[in-house]
């Protein structure tokens, strides 16, 4: 019964390098949402993806962010370009619906990235 | 002003006691609650959802919910030292999937 994955757990780059998240939903979900939690402060939507598909990207900062959810593996969150703002915990959530009302997102373990 | 306003804390309660968490929520349009409570460095974990006015209860955990006066809260009763963390509330209006979190109040309950 497991939960929502992602990896790699920490990620250390520096400035200017490419980090690369990645989220595997739970078994039987198919509704994938990325959130950002910079320290001392909640977590702030970025993205919502279906499988080949982005929903909702309102949340995602205009440049060096994209994320997409193929049809086979996990969904990836990229940052091109990291700078030092861009540490943050990096939380997945999915849930099996994605009809809002009543549809519970589940979290999973985050990664937190720390640009040096 | 916030979408989602929490007290930051830290909360304080003997253990034992109750300790009672509240949330206000600027949008009218608001229709599912959620508590989670996050341990630090750890990711939010699900304690309770809440979709209509009044009390709903599981365990030791009573959520309340007030549309009229747009504020939600957590109570949670014979407070435990493993109760001690940050708890967030999210809120998200009908038809959308995007929680707007608060930014948590610290609970700490004293042994």
């Known amino acids: 019964n497991a939960g929502v994955m992602q990896n790699p757990r920490h990620l250390v780059r520096r400035r200017g390098q490419e980090a690369r998240l990645r989220c595997s939903p739970m078994?039987?979900?198919?509704?994938v949402y990325w959130y950002r939690q910079l320290p001392e402060e909640g977590l702030k939507f970025m993205v919502y993806?279906?499988?080949?598909?982005?929903?909702?990207e309102s949340g995602m900062p205009k440049e060096r962010f994209s994320a997409e959810f193929p049809k086979e593996g996990p969904s990836i969150l990229r940052i091109q370009q990291v700078v030092r703002g861009d540490s943050a915990a990096y939380f997945c959530?999915?849930?099996?619906?994605?009809?809002?009302?009543?549809?519970?997102?589940?979290f999973g373990p985050g990664t937190r990235l720390t640009v040096l | 002003q916030k979408e989602v306003e929490q007290n930051s804390g830290p909360l304080s309660v003997p253990e034992g006691a109750i300790a009672s968490l509240n949330c206000t929520y600027s949008d009218r349009v608001s229709q599912s609650f959620f508590w989670y409570r996050q341990y630090s460095g750890k990711s939010p974990e699900l304690i309770m959802s809440?979709?209509?006015?009044g009390d709903k209860e599981d365990g030791r955990f009573t959520a309340q919910l007030n549309k009229a006066s747009q504020y939600v809260s957590l109570l949670i009763r014979d407070s435990q030292p493993s109760d001690s963390a940050t708890y967030l509330c999210?809120?998200?209006?009908?038809?959308?999937?995007?929680?707007?979190f608060g930014t948590g109040t610290r609970l700490k309950v004293l042994a």
């Open positions: 999210a809120v998200s209006a009908r038809g959308t999937y995007k929680y707007i």
């Open positions: 809440i979709y209509s006015n």
């Open positions: 959530a999915s849930s099996p619906q994605g009809q809002g009302a009543t549809d519970t997102q589940y």
């Open positions: 993806l279906q499988k080949e598909n982005i929903i909702d």
């Open positions: 078994k039987g979900h198919s509704h």
